[in-house]
């Protein structure tokens, strides 16, 4: 079955940056939208940044526009997110998501999810 894959989490000193990658298993998200959510324990899943089929229209939450730059490379089935300036409230387990909605921020018909990869950054 379809499954996503995180990778390039870890620790980062606060202004210092990550570069997130999500490998899709098949070549069937090459149509869906893409995104990065964050979560960090007891509060909801949040959205950070999605990027349209084509790679042509982005959408970012505001407390990353400027910092965060989300990607795709469909000959490689996977997604980027650089972090740049990580600030310690930026500390959360990024997950990748893939859907076939309409919304570039809210996830809609066919959807998945990665398991997530952990970002720490250290005052």
């Known amino acids: 079955q379809a499954q996503l894959v995180e990778s390039g989490g870890g620790l980062v000193q606060a202004g210092g940056s990550l570069r997130l990658s999500c490998a899709a298993s098949?070549?069937?998200?090459?149509?869906?939208?893409m995104g990065w959510f964050r979560q960090v324990p007891g509060k909801e899943r949040e959205f950070v940044a999605a990027?349209?089929?084509?790679?042509?229209?982005?959408r970012y939450a505001d407390s990353v526009k400027g910092r965060f730059t989300i990607s795709r490379d469909s000959a490689k089935n996977t997604v980027y997110l650089e972090m740049n300036s990580l600030k310690p409230e930026d500390t959360a387990v990024y997950l990748c998501?893939?859907?076939?909605?309409?919304?570039?921020?809210?996830?809609?018909?066919?959807?998945?999810w990665g398991k997530g990869t952990m970002v720490t950054v250290s005052s």
């Open positions: 098949e070549s069937t998200f090459s149509t869906y939208v």
């Open positions: 990027i349209n089929w084509s790679g042509t229209i982005t």
């Open positions: 998501n893939a859907n076939s909605g309409t919304s570039l921020t809210l996830p809609g018909g066919r959807a998945y």
